[in-house]
């Protein structure tokens, strides 16, 4: 397949993704009669910010081929911010500190997710989903009564704006870029698609299938972790909950995104637009005015609408 | 099973190599950790392991089997069911609203869930779709279902489903007998008849049962719409034992329903599943609760034993298939 057709096949599938988006977004702004229109992209870009986070790393586990998830995202984001808030302690100075705590229990996770992958020779789904019943358990021990604000300085960083767009966003269009080059370019990268393409083939071609495998469940491990310590700081303080709604949406995100759930071939950018056309969707429900039950009802039919229609792509076999 | 394996290996028969075979340590497992758990129990306090002691223990065992063997169903055709969890609370809301107080508008509206729970799985087969992202989806509806019908804790079962579960048996717990009818029923209807065993074949070679005729369609659906009236039963027993309900009554049971299939021996692909083994990974999930009181750890890590148990039993497993793979 030429570069040409490949570019024509693969664009639309992004392009989805931002049109839903911009869709949700006319609906709302022709409801409130054009107020608060950049108020809203401003408002989504600051909360699309997490679901990329967690996206990317989801993206990259995807990739790797049929059965690879992480399902153990959630808890991983809320052990991480009960990790940040407590080694943070509410004081500025010690933000770097708490950061590094975070990300060094994401990437344990990681670590621990792959050893039983290993280890166990289970699919990652349980694997995943039963580190994930320790990692709660030690979130709630660990978070019990834990009522601490974050840092002044940090907080204020997570909600801080740049001509109305906030910093976190920018930063993440920085991360997503360098995502994609690590994606398309480097050598790691493209043993994750050969995998999800082959895993035989590329094992006989010589690539370290386990030695990427480890890597990528690592990586996902410690954005799970950074994204914790984010979330902690924009919603001024941790919870063990906060990260539940992040593995509907850091696989929504993906699968949206134009990303085949097969594996192998994996779309960056559509995650950028899966996670704005998700806020929106909120946005919208939320200025139309509607019930929680309501909009939950309508987040769910709408991802799935959006899944039936996009349809699956055959097992790449 | 076990036979039809030692007679592939005919220069191994004696009993002592059949009682170490790999199907039969696997088959095993899951009974042995139930019994390890029971006597963990017993030890830690022997009055606990008398009928009031067990039916106290095992109170809500009865929807975390029927919760289990519904997931299972769904991974027979290699699929899994997200949404279980959020699906058993919404039935218990209908079932404490519309079936208390519209019995004829309630049950309508448990045979429409089981409808869609059969719709589900042609739109999964037919769009070739996962059904870990639908499922997901789909936690969000019943969700903002449950939560639109009862959005504040409340309503009633109906009194004969009351009564239905909590019906007194002379000398066996009530749960236990269930546990067993639901465990040998499933085990009769899945393991030992012939759609049952052409189902399993759907999950475990599905091109060659669509090459035999058989459609894979009817197979995906069957096993969703069976997934959706044990949804539904679990979701009612829950309602008849807690007396009311609330929008989030079911939280846990997705992780947890899919644990006590793993647990039960049943793997994620190939339609290798036991329902018997099922039923056994649900009521040693529920004990393992009751472990932890007695041994005065904190409620807080209960879902780390359960979790511990499963990575527990999945090491035992690994190990029993690389002593096989070591002997052949």
């Not at chain 1, 030429?2 to 392009?15: C, E, K, Y």
């Not at chain 1, 153990?72 to 943070?88: D, F, W």
């Not at chain 2, 079962?157 to 040998?184: E, N, S, T």
């Amino acid at each position: 397949m030429s570069f040409g057709t490949r570019f024509a096949l693969a664009a639309p599938v992004w392009i989805w993704s931002f049109l839903g988006a911009l869709l949700v977004w006319l609906a709302a702004i022709i409801f409130t009669g054009g107020l608060g229109a950049f108020a809203m992209i401003s408002g989504a870009l600051g909360l699309a910010v997490f679901s990329v986070i967690v996206g990317l790393a989801q993206m990259f586990v995807i990739t790797l081929g049929p059965g690879n998830v992480d399902l153990s995202l959630p808890a991983n984001i809320g052990l991480a911010s009960a990790v940040a808030m407590k080694v943070m302690d509410g004081s500025d100075a010690r933000v770097g500190l708490g950061l590094v705590a975070a990300l060094a229990s994401g990437t344990l996770i990681g670590a621990g997710n792959y050893l039983l992958i290993r280890l166990l020779r289970i699919p990652p789904i349980i694997a995943t989903l039963s580190l994930s019943f320790v990692i709660q358990s030690a979130g709630i021990s660990y978070g019990r009564g834990l009522q601490i604000k974050p840092p002044p300085g940090f907080a204020e960083f997570t909600s801080a704006h740049i001509a109305g767009i906030p910093v976190l966003a920018i930063g993440t269009i920085l991360f997503t870029l360098l995502a994609a080059v690590l994606l398309h370019k480097t050598i790691y990268g493209r043993s994750v698609l050969a995998i999800g393409q082959n895993r035989r083939a590329a094992f006989l071609a010589g690539i370290p299938v386990e030695r990427v495998r480890f890597a990528t469940y690592v990586m996902s491990g410690t954005l799970g972790g950074l994204c914790g310590a984010l979330l902690a700081g924009y919603f001024r303080g941790s919870s063990l909950e906060i990260g539940d709604e992040y593995l509907l949406a850091s696989i929504a995100v993906v699968v949206i995104g134009g990303t085949s759930v097969a594996g192998g071939r994996s779309n960056v950018t559509g995650i950028w637009g899966a996670a704005l056309f998700l806020v929106l969707l909120l946005t919208m429900l939320n200025t139309f005015g509607v019930s929680a039950g309501l909009r939950q009802l309508v987040t769910g039919l709408v991802i799935i609408g959006v899944i039936i229609a996009a349809g699956g792509q055959k097992p790449a076999r | 099973m076990s036979s039809t394996f030692a007679a592939a290996a005919p220069a191994r028969p004696s009993l002592r190599a059949r009682l170490t075979s790999r199907p039969f340590l696997r088959a095993a497992l899951p009974a042995l950790s139930l019994a390890l758990i029971i006597a963990w129990i017993a030890y830690l306090n022997p009055r606990a392991i008398s009928y009031f002691g067990l039916s106290l223990m095992l109170n809500l065992a009865i929807p975390v089997v029927l919760a289990t063997i519904a997931q299972m169903f769904v991974i027979t055709v290699n699929d899994l069911d997200l949404s279980i969890g959020t699906f058993v609370s919404f039935v218990g809301c209908v079932t404490a609203t519309w079936l208390h107080d519209a019995p004829a508008l309630g049950l309508v509206a448990l045979l429409g869930c089981i409808l869609v729970y059969g719709l589900l799985g042609a739109i999964i087969h037919l769009r070739n779709i996962p059904s870990i992202v639908v499922t997901l989806g789909m936690s969000f509806v019943w969700q903002g279902l449950s939560i639109l019908l009862l959005p504040k804790p409340g309503g009633k079962p109906p009194p004969w489903l009351f009564d239905l579960m909590h019906v007194k048996i002379p000398f066996v717990p009530m749960p236990i007998v269930a546990a067993i009818l639901i465990g040998l029923g499933v085990h009769f209807a899945l393991m030992r008849s012939s759609y049952g065993a052409l189902i399993r074949g759907a999950g475990g070679n599905p091109q060659a049962i669509a090459r035999a005729g058989w459609s894979l369609l009817r197979a995906k659906v069957a096993m969703f719409a069976l997934a959706g009236l044990f949804g539904v039963f679990a979701g009612m027993a829950l309602i008849g034992l807690t007396t009311s309900a609330d929008a989030n009554i079911g939280k846990g049971y997705a992780l947890l329903s899919i644990a006590g299939v793993i647990l039960g021996g049943g793997e994620f692909v190939g339609g290798r599943v036991s329902p018997i083994g099922a039923v056994i990974g649900a009521l040693t999930l529920t004990l393992a609760g009751s472990l932890l009181t007695f041994m005065r750890i904190s409620p807080d890590w209960q879902v780390a034993a359960q979790g511990g148990i499963l990575i527990a039993v999945l090491a035992a497993r690994a190990l029993i298939g690389r002593r096989e793979q070591a002997m052949t």
